[in-house]
């Protein structure tokens, strides 16, 4: 009996961290994170959103620099921090400025063009970063 109570404790321990880890925390900024994660054809960055964000743009400059910018947000400067561990990134800065925050990172791979997807089920935002021999 002790036993099987042992398991249901755990297993809905278990159960509750597990659902914790996919649920959204509420946030004090519009942009909580933003991640950057390499996929077989480029790269994908996820920019983490509490709110629906218009009118982001990014575009890709010389000696592989993205530059992201995002409208009338506030964002967390501090988990932005995180990016400088990413493998996929040699270099960052961030910028606020009164009207937007822009997001420059320098990838460690060539990229040649991007696309930028709004997520249907949040707010989350990605930029898709594809290699010279990929296709949109």
């Known amino acids: 009996m002790i036993v099987r109570i042992l398991w249901v404790s755990f297993a809905c321990f278990l159960f509750s961290a597990c659902a914790a880890i996919y649920t959204r925390m509420p946030s004090a900024f519009d942009i909580s994170e933003i991640t950057a994660m390499p996929k077989t054809n480029g790269a994908i960055v996820k920019i983490v959103a509490a709110r629906k964000i218009d009118d982001v743009t990014a575009w890709l400059g010389d000696d592989n620099w993205l530059y992201i910018t995002i409208p009338d947000t506030s964002i967390n400067m501090k988990r932005l921090e995180q990016l400088k561990k990413n493998p996929l990134v040699a270099r960052t800065e961030f910028f606020r400025f009164a009207e937007a925050v822009q997001v420059t990172l320098q990838l ?29």
């Open 108 to 136: 460690r791979e060539k990229m040649s063009h991007l696309q930028i997807l709004q997520d249907p089920d949040n707010d989350d935002v990605y930029v898709m970063l594809y290699h010279s021999k990929s296709n949109l």
